[in-house]
């Protein structure tokens, strides 16, 4: 989207979507409030250890390549998905993209993030 002779230059994200009725709903700028999400269901996880840990449980976790490890806590929910709530709200939490969870250096696992919020 650009060139539109009301708006400025910045970029315009994605910033929610209604599959259903093929609706993309986009924000310019570059730190559109609606692009900052406290939490995130994921699905398909692969825990490196071949199990969950104990959960509900504390760690660190990157939605983005090269982010620094954000704090959060990590619930399983009875569908069998995941809960993730993160201590301070991130940027471009994105439906189809990974979540990775770690400890330290240690990789514990991750999945596809399904929804933001």
């Known amino acids: 989207i650009g060139g539109l002779a009301d708006h ?15 609706v993309l709903l986009g ?9 900052v999400k406290s ?3 994921a ?5 490196v250890a071949g199990e969950a840990p104990a959960l509900p449980m504390r760690c660190a976790a990157k939605v983005r390549y090269r982010q620094a490890d954000q704090d959060c806590r990590v ?3 009875a569908d069998g ?12 939490v994105t439906p189809g993209q990974s979540v990775v969870f770690y400890d330290g250096d240690l990789c514990l696992g991750g999945g596809v993030i399904e929804r933001a919020a």
């Open 8 to 22: 400025d230059d910045a970029p315009w994200y994605v910033v929610d979507q209604d599959l259903e009725h093929k």
């Open 27 to 35: 924000a310019q700028g570059n730190d559109p409030p609606a692009l």
């Open 39 to 41: 939490s995130l269901r």
């Open 43 to 47: 699905g398909d996880i692969y825990w």
């Open 75 to 77: 619930e399983s929910a």
């Open 81 to 92: 998905g995941y809960s993730v709530t993160f201590e301070q709200p991130q940027r471009a």
